[in-house]
């Protein structure tokens, strides 16, 4: 299992208590916003470094259509994987290893941490 998928098991098994029906569709968007966040801080940070180092890449335009399909590309790889019979593979590999309990709030938390330093690093552009 990797890293990801302890995450969104974290969540669903922290939201599965409150909404029953809504834990896997809040835990499919929280791994996937965190994801596009983590390619957003990547794609400025790598977009930063080339414009300091004078070199010419893709326009800006072309780089938002392709983070934009970058971002549609691994929501839906995201609901694939995680709906029907391999999130129930992965759930039973997840509950027969030892959970690892994580903070909530500082697992909600790292979305918006990672768009703000995107947004930091994007002004320094």
Request: proline share 2%; net charge positive; glycine share 4%.
């Amino acid at each position: 299992m990797t890293t990801f998928d302890h995450l969104f098991f974290n969540v669903f098994t922290a939201f599965k208590t409150r909404f029953k029906q809504k834990a896997n569709s809040i835990a499919l968007f929280y791994i996937s916003a965190l994801q596009i966040a983590l390619v957003f801080v990547s794609g400025v940070f790598i977009a930063t470094f080339l414009t300091k180092m004078n070199a010419s890449t893709i326009s800006s335009d072309k780089a938002w259509i392709l983070f934009a399909i970058i971002s549609f590309i691994i929501h839906i790889q995201n609901w694939l994987k995680y709906n029907g019979k391999t999130r129930k593979v992965l759930n039973a590999k997840f509950n027969r290893s030892k959970p690892s309990k994580h903070n909530l709030g500082l697992l909600l938390s790292l979305p918006f941490v990672c768009v703000l330093l995107g947004v930091i690093l994007l002004q320094s552009f």
